[in-house]
């Protein structure tokens, strides 16, 4: 139990479809990413929020699009997705956003589109 | 360009012997170096990380080594073990950037 958790653990979807992927965190941290893990690929940095405020967009496609309701609960909603966005897609959190501190990871959502 | 290179990308050991697993940041003023297993169907775990102002930290068959003025550090497994099959990542904290992984495999 490492105190992060993603719904859901797998995912199917087509292209046209609309889904959400969900990372809840019971660590009291006021920061949370999301990553994108794909085969032969490092783990991409995709969002970043710190206290429920987005703080780093890594030139991610706007047919990704995340949300922190509260710095417990965070959402990557997915539309219009292409075939190479199939991966395992990562949330963490961690104490702050100053680095100083280690990010502590879900099991991921493997994403698989058709 | 890339932050961290980490090497090899592979390493294949008979359990009982050492691995060591390499990686290069390109910050100087980088500070906050992690290390992660992450075993099939899992995400990344922290196993031990090491903080700029010491060179060595150790717990129980694991040790991290840091070489600032080179800026690498490196993982160290003794004794290795079966359950010690996994990927393993190094990682910048404060850049929240991660090497390509070490697929480790530890022979019976």
């Known amino acids: 139990e490492t105190g992060v958790t993603q719904t859901p653990r797998h995912l199917v979807m087509g292209m046209t479809n609309k889904k959400s992927l969900k990372c809840e965190q019971h660590l009291g941290h006021n920061a949370m990413y999301w990553y994108k893990q794909s085969a032969k690929k490092p783990l991409e940095l995709m969002f970043v929020?710190?206290?429920?405020?987005?703080?780093e967009n890594n030139s991610v496609p706007s047919r990704f699009s995340p949300e922190c309701p509260n710095s417990s609960h965070l959402f990557l909603h997915l539309h219009t997705l292409q075939p190479e966005d199939s991966a395992l897609y990562l949330c963490?959190?961690?104490?702050?956003?100053?680095?100083?501190?280690?990010?502590?990871f879900g099991d991921g959502t493997r994403l698989s589109i058709l | 360009g890339e932050n961290v290179e980490q090497h090899p990308s592979t390493l294949s050991v008979q359990e009982g012997d050492s691995a060591v697993i390499k990686c290069t940041y390109s910050?100087?003023?980088?500070?906050?170096f992690p290390w992660y297993k992450q075993e099939l169907g899992k995400g990344p775990q922290l196993i031990i990380d090491i903080r700029s102002n010491v060179g060595e930290k150790k717990d129980q068959r694991i040790a991290v080594t840091l070489n600032k003025t080179a800026k690498h550090f490196s993982l160290h497994i003794t004794e290795t073990q079966p359950e010690d099959s996994a990927v393993y990542f190094c990682?910048?904290?404060?850049?929240?950037?991660f090497g390509d992984g070490t697929t480790l495999t530890v022979k019976p």
């Open positions: 990682a910048d904290a404060g850049k929240s950037t």
């Open positions: 910050d100087s003023a980088s500070n906050y």
């Open positions: 929020y710190s206290l429920e405020e987005r703080v």
């Open positions: 963490a959190s961690s104490q702050d956003v100053r680095g100083v501190q280690p990010q502590h």
